[in-house]
């Protein structure tokens, strides 16, 4: 998997999990590249989610921009392995 180094940059300060989760971490000049289990690929769910709702959410009726930036990094993680990604080409 990789992460463009701010996005991860953000979920590392966002979801400090993200640290002990993250294994074989190499970065280079625009990514960090990483490998999760299949456990700590839920893990980090759950903790993105929880950081959501701790962090992402405004009167906990309105996803902030903290709580915008985080579900797109959540809904990108599945993904993270396919170089045809747009997101990658950007």
Request: proline residues 2%; without cysteine; aromatic residues 14%.
């Amino acid at each position: 998997m990789k992460l463009k180094k701010e996005d991860y940059d953000f979920l590392a300060e966002h979801v400090p999990e993200i640290e002990k989760y993250a294994e074989n971490k190499t970065t280079d000049s625009r990514f960090v590249h990483f490998e999760l289990s299949d456990e700590n690929f839920r893990n980090i769910q759950s903790d993105i989610n929880f950081s959501i709702v701790a962090h992402g959410m405004d009167r906990q009726d309105t996803v902030n921009e903290i709580g915008k930036k985080l579900y797109i990094i959540y809904d990108l993680l599945p993904y993270l392995d396919e170089e045809d990604l747009e997101y990658f080409k950007e």
